[in-house]
């Protein structure tokens, strides 16, 4: 253990794994990478231990908490199944999208998980270290990003212990930064069949709806109820004020650039959305740690992945 940090992080071998598992049985918390950033789990089936996360993130209790599943069979003891839903599910998971669907009334999840509501979101993360973790663990994990409420999202063990050192019990070392970079994207299946899409991310909603084309493709309402994470208007907070769409610096702004705008870091150099996504997290990071007390991004294109990147970047402004 690091005497820097009072929470230890050990490297996610088989060894890591015992011991993730172990602390997660007793109701413990750990931080554990995925595709889309890190997570914090704990298992869903126990009162003290979803109590945990909330007190460890700060977390509001009317924000419900995304369930990871190892596969499809393990969700289907979770939820009911909409027309269409149960065969989207078959053959996009594992990946970074998240399924709100009808909770099982004989469901067991701690009521905290659903914040109340009649549903539950579900994800099969795409990652071999929390795909390694669930195979071990007989219930399901609970799993939020694993940062403060309302702070910068993590993508690297570091980042994870900038809010959270002391506050849970171990951090899962995947020896790379997450591939994605940002949250999954989150689809709510209404009992009709009915698509909405609850928080943009990684996977492209309308490409997927035209691929699979299952009734209307709705956007949810900023009045509407929060059904999942990332829905609240101030969000993935850098703790500093965000001016977006900027040119340039003032004096006081950390500068994020991207494409042929430079900045004191950039999204991409490149102007590629895919590695702006990746990257955008680490460079709010860096912001936030800066001796600037201004924060100014430069405009990303409002296509593809970045209406993802644009969606955080305007809460995190807010």
């Not at 403060?148 to 020896?175: Q, W």
Request: net charge negative; charged share 20%; hydrophobic share 45%.
């Amino acid at each position: 253990m690091s005497s820097k940090n009072a929470t230890e992080t050990v490297a996610a071998d088989a060894g890591g794994i015992a011991r993730a598992v172990a602390i997660l049985e007793r109701g413990g918390l750990v931080a554990v990478p995925t595709e889309t950033v890190f997570g914090l789990a704990a298992r869903a089936d126990s009162d003290e231990a979803v109590t945990a996360i909330y007190r460890a993130k700060g977390r509001p209790d009317f924000n419900p908490l995304i369930v990871h599943v190892a596969n499809g069979e393990a969700a289907r003891e979770l939820a009911d199944f909409p027309p269409g839903a149960a065969e989207l599910m078959d053959r996009y998971w594992p990946a970074p999208l998240t399924l709100v669907l009808p909770a099982r009334s004989d469901v067991r999840l701690a009521p905290a998980v659903t914040a109340g509501l009649p549903t539950v979101a579900l994800r099969s993360p795409a990652h071999p270290v929390m795909q390694a973790l669930l195979a071990q663990c007989d219930f399901p994990l609970a799993a939020p990003s694993a940062n403060r409420s309302g702070f910068v999202s993590p993508t690297s063990p570091a980042h994870v212990l900038r809010t959270l050192d002391g506050r849970i019990d171990l951090v899962l070392d995947g020896g790379a930064d997450c591939e994605n970079g940002l949250e999954s994207t989150i689809l709510a299946i209404r009992g009709d069949g009915s698509w909405e899409e609850l928080r943009p991310g990684p996977v492209d909603l309308e490409a997927l709806h035209r691929d699979f084309g299952r009734g209307p493709l709705l956007s949810s309402s900023p009045e509407g109820a929060l059904e999942a994470p990332g829905q609240m208007t101030s969000h993935y907070a850098p703790g500093k004020p965000v001016r977006l769409d900027a040119l340039r610096a003032e004096d006081d702004e950390f500068f994020i650039g991207f494409g042929a705008i430079a900045g004191d870091v950039s999204l991409s150099a490149e102007g590629d959305l895919a590695t702006a996504a990746a990257s955008l997290y680490a460079c709010l990071h860096r912001a936030a740690s800066s001796a600037k007390p201004k924060i100014a991004v430069a405009s990303v294109p409002n296509e593809g992945i970045g209406i993802a990147i644009n969606d955080r970047l305007r809460r995190a402004a807010a």
